[in-house]
């Protein structure tokens, strides 16, 4: 299984971006995926996640300006990112927890870099 995030970009202070992140391959289903960041100097950032029945979860710095869905059809999570500040500049990173019938495997995307200018 690979994640593949995209989507990340350069935006000025107000705008909107949305990433995404596909997991490929096969002989899983969805649990859960969903998105961590990681600034430079910082500590790795829970973002947001989501079940495959839509239960969200929501860090307090991104609460009613990001958005995380899930496609379960497409095998994609989605953050829609609005009213960006500069300080959500970070390589935001895909995380995914997957069942393979009984199994729980847990995997990691490699980051998508986001850059929010004043």
């Known amino acids: 299984v690979q994640l593949q995030a995209s989507g990340g970009g350069l935006v000025q202070t107000g705008g909107s971006l949305t990433l995404s992140c596909v997991a490929s391959?096969?002989?899983?289903?969805?649990?859960?995926m969903g998105w961590y960041r990681q600034a430079p100097g910082k500590e790795s950032e829970f973002i947001a996640d989501?079940?495959?029945?839509?239960?969200?979860n929501y860090a307090d710095s991104v609460k009613g300006r990001f958005t995380i869905s899930i496609d379960n059809a497409r095998n994609t999570v989605y953050l829609q990112m609005k009213n960006l500040k500069a300080e959500d500049t970070a390589v935001y990173h895909c995380?995914?927890?997957?069942?393979?019938?009984?199994?729980?495997?847990?995997?990691w995307g490699q980051g998508t870099q986001v850059t929010v200018s004043s």
């Open positions: 989501i079940t495959s029945g839509g239960r969200t």
């Open positions: 391959g096969s002989g899983f289903s969805i649990n859960a």
């Open positions: 995380n995914a927890d997957l069942l393979f019938g009984l199994e729980d495997t847990n995997f």
